[in-house]
C-alpha cells in the first residue's frame, strides 16, 4: 500500500497545551504520533511504500468547501494574536459567541481575539505561526493521495474488465498520513485540533473533476466512512445537504463534540438520508464495533453504489486512549480493516484522530493491514 505523508505533518504545528476539564494539559495531538505511524510501517516494508511526494493543488480545491473569511483568518490569526499580546503557545478563543447571547449591538469581531471567538468552536485547535502551513499541507498531501487513487481505481477497473489480474476480494487502497487532522473543520469553523478538513476537501475535488463524469454526465460518487471515535461534525456540515459524498459516521454517545452527531442527524433536502450517525455506547466491545461497522456497510455502505471510498481513519477507538475510546482492542482492528476491504471498492484512508501513541502504529497498522487481507480477520 502507497502511503502518502511529509516531514512538514510532524514539524510545522507543535502547540505546547490545550485544557481538559479546566486544567492546562499537553496537546495530545502531537508530532509524535505520525512519527510512531511512520515507524510501524517503515518496519513492515514488505505492505507499505512511503512517498513524501507532494504535489500543489493551490488554493481552488480548499475553498471549494472552506470560506475565504475563515482561511484568511487562519493564515494571519496568529501573528495579529501576537500584536496585540496573546501567549505565544497559539490562539486560543476566550470569548464565544453563544446563540443565546444577546448581542444586541450586532457587534462583529474587530480583532484576533474575537475572531477567534467567531472561527473557533473550542479551545483544542490552538493556532500557532505555522498552523496555517501545516494545515495546507495536509490538505495537499491527501489531494496527493486522492490524485492517485483514481489512478490506482482506474488499473482496477481496467483490471476487472479484463477478468485476470485482479479481484473485487483485494480492491486499491492508499493511505494519506497527516496531521493536523480535520474531520472536524466546518467550512468556518475549526475546533477538534482541526482546521481544514482533509477528507471534505478530497471528497470533493473527486467530485469536481471533469474528466471523472461517467458516461450519463453525473459525478463519480463518494462514500466517507468516519471511524474516528469522534463525530466528523465537520464534514457532516459540508455536505448535510448534498447526495454526494455520502457520510456515516459511528461514534461514542455523549462523547466530544457532545452536540452532534445524533441518530436524527440524517441529512437535509437533497441530502436527506445521506448522513448517516450511528452513536455507541463507550462499553461498545471488539465484536460489537465490528458488528455495527458490518451493519452500517451492508444497510448504507453497500446501497449507496460509491465510486470511492474514503475513511476518516481514527484510531481514538482504542481502550487506553488517553481522551477517548470505547473498550476496543488491537485486536479489532484488522477486523476492521478486513470489513472496509469486503466492499470491494478502492479506498482511501486518511489519517483523524487517536492519541495513544505507544499503541498507535500497531493500531493504525492493522487496520491498513486489515484492509489488504495480511492479517487473518
Ligand atoms: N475537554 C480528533 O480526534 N478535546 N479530535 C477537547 C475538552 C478535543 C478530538 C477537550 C478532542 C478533539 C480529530
Ligand atoms: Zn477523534
Known amino acids: 500500500m502507497k502511503v502518502f505523508t511529509s516531514k512538514l505533518c510532524t514539524t510545522l504545528h507543535t502547540p505546547e497545551f490545550e485544557f481538559h476539564g479546566g486544567a492546562q494539559s499537553q496537546h495530545y495531538e502531537c508530532p509524535e504520533r505520525r512519527e510512531a505511524i511512520l515507524k510501524y510501517l517503515e518496519s513492515h516494508s514488505d505492505s507499505f511504500e512511503v512517498t513524501e511526494h507532494v504535489e500543489d493543488f493551490g488554493y481552488e480545491p480548499i475553498k471549494r468547501v472552506h470560506k475565504q473569511g475563515f482561511l484568511n483568518y487562519l493564515e494571519t490569526a496568529y501573528d495579529e494574536w501576537i500584536l496585540e499580546g496573546g501567549h505565544p503557545n497559539g490562539v486560543m478563543p476566550s470569548t464565544i459567541p453563544h446563540y443565546r447571547l444577546a448581542r444586541l449591538g450586532g457587534q462583529t469581531p474587530t480583532n484576533s481575539l474575537t475572531n477567534a471567538g467567531e472561527y473557533c468552536f473550542d479551545m483544542s485547535a490552538v493556532i500557532t505561526k505555522d498552523t496555517f502551513k501545516a494545515a495546507w499541507n495536509a490538505a495537499q498531501v491527501t489531494l496527493t493521495a486522492t490524485k492517485d487513487l483514481v489512478r490506482v481505481a482506474d488499473q482496477y477497473e481496467k483490471g476487472l474488465a479484463a477478468g485476470t489480474t485482479v479481484s473485487r476480494e483485494a480492491p486499491p487502497g492508499l493511505y494519506a498520513l497527516v496531521r493536523p487532522p480535520g474531520h472536524h473543520a466546518q467550512s468556518d469553523l475549526c475546533g477538534g485540533y482541526c482546521f481544514l478538513n482533509n477528507v471534505g476537501i478530497a471528497a470533493q475535488w473527486l467530485i469536481d473533476r471533469p474528466e471523472l463524469r461517467q458516461k450519463d454526465g453525473q459525478p463519480k460518487k463518494v462514500a466517507i466512512i468516519d471511524i474516528d471515535f469522534h463525530h466528523g461534525n465537520g464534514t457532516q456540515e459540508l455536505f448535510y445537504k448534498t447526495s454526494n459524498p455520502l457520510y456515516a459516521s459511528l461514534h461514542g454517545r455523549d462523547a466530544y463534540p457532545h452536540f452532534t452527531g445524533a441518530a436524527t442527524e440524517r441529512g437535509e ?90 499503541k498507535l502504529g500497531l493500531n493504525v497498522g492493522g487496520i491498513l493491514q486489515g484492509f489488504l487481507g495480511k492479517v487473518a480477520a
Open 269 to 358: 433536502g437533497e441530502g436527506l438520508g445521506f448522513s448517516i450517525n450511528v452513536p455507541l455506547p463507550r462499553s461498545t466491545s471488539d465484536d460489537e464495533y465490528v458488528e455495527a461497522l458490518e451493519k452500517l456497510i451492508q444497510e448504507h455502505i453497500i446501497p449507496y453504489d460509491a465510486d470511492y471510498i474514503i475513511i476518516s481513519l481514527g484510531v481514538d477507538t482504542f481502550k487506553d486512549d488517553p481522551i477517548a475510546g470505547f473498550l476496543v482492542t488491537s485486536e479489532a482492528y484488522p477486523r476492521i480493516g478486513n470489513a472496509i476491504r469486503k466492499i470491494g471498492l478502492p479506498t482511501l484512508f486518511v489519517q483523524e484522530g487517536g492519541y495513544c501513541v505507544e
